[in-house]
């Protein structure tokens, strides 16, 4: 078992996602950025669907009531076991009475943690990701308990590691393909688009990304149709909006772009104030 002594910010337990389940008006949630996640896990010989944890800008502060192994991977926060210094992207064991922590934020946005075995919160729509309304709760909590295997396997020594790919926490560049409305934009507008730098707002989470430069938009509203993680509407104000895993399974403003999955991943990692540029 692991105790959680302190939550951080905004930390989750998230997997790849409750898929299937769109026509009911369930998201798909699951890790925001996909790569670190499977990364974790590989380095454990986890599966790759294996529930994580998500950690978001600061890191949480976790008590481990037995041994296992633990890998760190995505933004570094400077983790620490019992105030010692503990590298990302390689397996480390722990020991009963174990204190992981963080430290302050240097690159990136969303850690992943990734126990051997996973984390074992129960499975709900074939997914242990969590999410209002669906899970017992939306984020972790302090004094929460949960429940991970004891493996003996585990306890054995790895010299598996993976040397940092800072590009994937560098890279502004998204990668998308035209949305269902890209053709009813005026060619100077997806020429914008094309050529514009963004800026991440503030206002990013789970659900969605909003992107500060405004777009001349005299495009109607839509009828309320299908979206996905990484759809990009534009809004009557002319904000654009990148659904992230969390994000709605409708809408009714235009679809102008899709994220490609990697770039769904990328822009996970940035946080306000950074610089985008859409790929299309």
Known sequence: MIEILKPGFFSTIQDLG?????????????????????LANALLGNDPKDAVIEVTLTGPVIKF?????????????????NEEPLPLNQKTI??????????????????????????QVPMI??????????????????????EIKEEQEALTSSFATIKYNRDHFKNSILETHKGPEFEL?????????KTKNFTISKNNNRMGYQLVETLENDLPSILTAPVLPGTVQLTPSGKLIALMRD??????????LQLSNEAINILAQKKAGDKVRLLC
């Open 125 to 146: 729509m074939n997914s242990r990701s969590m999410y209002t309304n669906i899970t017992s709760d939306s984020r972790l909590r302090t004094g929460d308990i949960l």
């Open 18 to 38: 409750r898929n299937g389940y769109r026509n009911l008006g369930v998201p798909i949630s699951g890790a925001m950025d996909q790569h670190s996640s499977k």
């Open 94 to 119: 722990v020991i009963k009475g174990d204190v992981l922590s963080f430290g302050k934020l240097e690159f990136g946005f969303r850690s992943y943690i990734a126990i051997s075995g996973g984390i």
């Open 185 to 193: 934009l005026p060619d100077a507008l997806q020429e914008e688009l």
């Open 65 to 81: 009531t037995c041994s296992t192994a633990i890998c760190i991977t995505g933004a570094q926060m400077r983790p620490k076991i």
């Open 247 to 256: 994000g709605q399974t409708s809408g009714g403003y235009p679809r102008v």
